[in-house]
């Protein structure tokens, strides 16, 4: 079963364009959560949000802030670096205490993790991700790239 939300323009982040959410029933297992965003600074609220959401109705609270952090950070470098005028959000439970929060863009460059230098703003965000992160990476697809990050809650 697929179910989307239309969300109202007037609650949209960015210009006035639609947020579509989707819920998506599986015949196993937990349901997973998306939603398709502009690709501009304010989705990442939107996108935290969302994670908030899913981590509450599955009873991963303690994952909340974390998962919200990074999907920040995640939304952030497709913001800076992806092309095209959207990404997508995507919030899954693969284990009973993992959640793995995701960011799609149509930019097929892989992030890399840099020594960020003292005098610079940018760069950090990789290395909050590795540090909050039982495991992260990039699935390459010919479209472009799905960055995910796996969270585990620990006892």
């Not at 999907?71 to 993992?98: F, G, K, Q, W």
């Not at 799609?104 to 992030?111: E, I, K, L, N, Q």
Request: charged share 25%; hydrophobic share 35%; net charge positive.
């Amino acid at each position: 079963m697929l179910r989307r939300l239309l969300v109202p323009t007037s609650e949209s982040p960015g210009r006035g364009r639609p947020v579509i959410t989707t819920t998506t029933s599986r015949p196993t297992g937990h349901p997973g959560y998306s939603e398709t965003l502009p690709r501009e600074p304010e989705s990442a609220g939107t996108a935290r949000r969302l994670v908030r959401a899913a981590c509450t109705a599955w009873g991963l609270e303690r994952l909340a802030q974390d998962c919200a952090l990074v999907v920040s950070e995640l939304v952030a470098n497709a913001v800076r670096h992806a092309r095209r005028e959207s990404i997508r959000v995507v919030v899954e439970r693969t284990a009973p205490s993992t959640v793995r929060v995701a960011v799609a863009d149509f930019s097929r460059t892989v992030p890399t993790l840099c020594p960020p230098k003292d005098d610079e703003e940018n760069g950090r965000g990789l290395h909050l991700v590795t540090a909050l992160a039982s495991n992260w990476g990039t699935d390459v697809r010919r479209w472009g790239k799905v960055v995910w990050a796996d969270l585990e809650e620990r006892g």
